[in-house]
Nanobody, 117 residues
Framework: QVQLAESGGGLVQPGGSLRLSCAAS????????VRWYRQAPGKEREWVAI???????HYTDSVKGRFAISRDNVRNTVYLQMNSLKPEDTAVYYC???????????WGQGTQVTVSS
């Protein structure tokens, strides 16, 4: 049973930092890419970052230079380090894994990030 579980969200002041975690189970984690998405109130879900099975990373323009995605294949966990946070980063953050063998997207339950003074 595939499971993705996000954690690490919270309330932070502008300019602050948070580190999100996505713990994965139920599939061969090391051979799959993992993505982070976010959804702000009243907006569509948007892609934030991806880390491939080989460790390559890509980011949406609005977070480049501020966010860093990484993975630990021993702990089956992907991280999203978020620095210099802005109010517009406020959203529910979700991790996602697409399993080709099942042609299925899996999502976690999300973790709330609120950037406010």
């Amino acid at each position: 049973q595939v499971q993705l579980a996000e954690s690490g969200g919270g309330l932070v002041q502008p300019g602050g930092s948070l580190r999100l975690s996505c713990a994965a189970s139920g599939f061969t984690f090391s051979v799959h890419g993992v993505r982070w998405y976010r959804q702000a109130p009243g907006k569509e879900r948007e892609w934030v970052a991806i880390i491939t099975s080989g460790g390559l990373t890509h980011y949406t323009d609005s977070v480049k230079g501020r966010f860093a995605i990484s993975r630990d294949n021993v702990r089956n966990t992907v991280y999203l380090q978020m620095n210099s946070l802005k109010p517009e980063d406020t959203a529910v953050y979700y991790c996602n894994a697409y399993l080709l063998a099942e042609n299925h997207d899996y999502w976690g339950q999300g973790t709330q990030v609120t950037v406010s003074s």
